[in-house]
T-cell receptor, first 117, second 115 residues
Framework: AQSVTQLGSHVSVSEGALVLLRCNYS??????LFWYVQYPNQGLQLLLK??????LVKGINGFEAEFKKSETSFHLTKPSAHMSDAAEYFC???????????????FGKGTKLSVKP | DAMVIQNPRYQVTQFGKPVTLSCSQT?????MYWYQQKSSQAPKLLFH???????NEADTPDNFQSRRPNTSFCFLDIRSPGLGDAAMYLC??????????????FGPGTRLLVL
């Protein structure tokens, strides 16, 4: 069974500082991994996804994530935080990766990012 | 632009009064999902439709039902809302095709308040 652990329910950084949001996964098969962002009272917006091609994945808004199989990690980073990055971030793994059934997502509990001026 | 639309964005209902939330999509995706997200929690899958086939999660209460009259629309019916059903309800879609990554695209959500 797949699972996702996000370390730190709340991360606070200063504007211009590095953003690092941690995600570790557990999967018995090669996973599909996703990062979503959720702004207050909004739905989830896809930031980036790992498709088993390049291990370094670039997403929208300057975010990127690196898939490290040896560490079972898929941490999200951004070199320089902006005030508009303040939101909640969810890491997710796809539960069904055999290509023949629905890609049900297993979400982590989320990390709320605060950006201080 | 192709998108997932949810109406209404905010819904207030009374304890025990049936309520229906709506989701439509212009992506022509064959899979549609309903999630419940309570405050400061991760989204929790309630059920999904794979084409016309309904798939209920084992722990989804019977109080929650869904209808999908056609590819574009999907409804969430809460037969007798309780105070504990107050949450954000998220609709998502994906295209399930063998060999294609099944990315889910989410709507903006409907926030339900139960009085």
């Amino acid at each position: 069974a797949q699972s996702v652990t996000q370390l730190g329910s709340h991360v606070s950084v200063s504007e211009g500082a590095l953003v690092l949001l941690r995600c570790n996964y557990s999967s018995s098969v090669p996973p599909y991994l996703f990062w979503y962002v959720q702004y207050p009272n909004q739905g989830l917006q896809l930031l980036l996804k790992y498709t088993s091609a390049a291990t370094l994945v670039k997403g929208i808004n300057g975010f990127e994530a690196e898939f490290k199989k040896s560490e079972t990690s898929f941490h999200l980073t951004k070199p320089s935080a902006h005030m508009s990055d303040a939101a909640e971030y969810f890491c997710a793994v796809s539960a069904d990766t055999d290509g023949g059934s629905q890609g049900n997502l297993i979400f982590g509990k989320g990390t709320k990012l605060s950006v201080k001026p | 632009d192709a998108m997932v639309i949810q109406n209404p964005r905010y819904q207030v209902t009374q304890f025990g009064k049936p309520v229906t939330l709506s989701c439509s999509q212009t992506l022509n995706h064959n899979v549609m999902y309903w999630y419940q997200q309570k405050s400061s929690q991760a989204p929790k899958l309630l059920f999904h439709y794979y084409d016309k086939d309904f798939n209920n999660e084992a722990d989804t209460p019977d109080n929650f039902q869904s209808r999908r009259p056609n590819t574009s629309f999907c409804f969430l019916d809460i037969r007798s809302p309780g105070l504990g059903d107050a949450a954000m309800y998220l609709c998502a879609t994906s295209r399930d095709t063998a060999g294609v990554l099944k990315t889910q695209y989410f709507g903006p959500g409907t926030r339900l308040l139960v009085l």
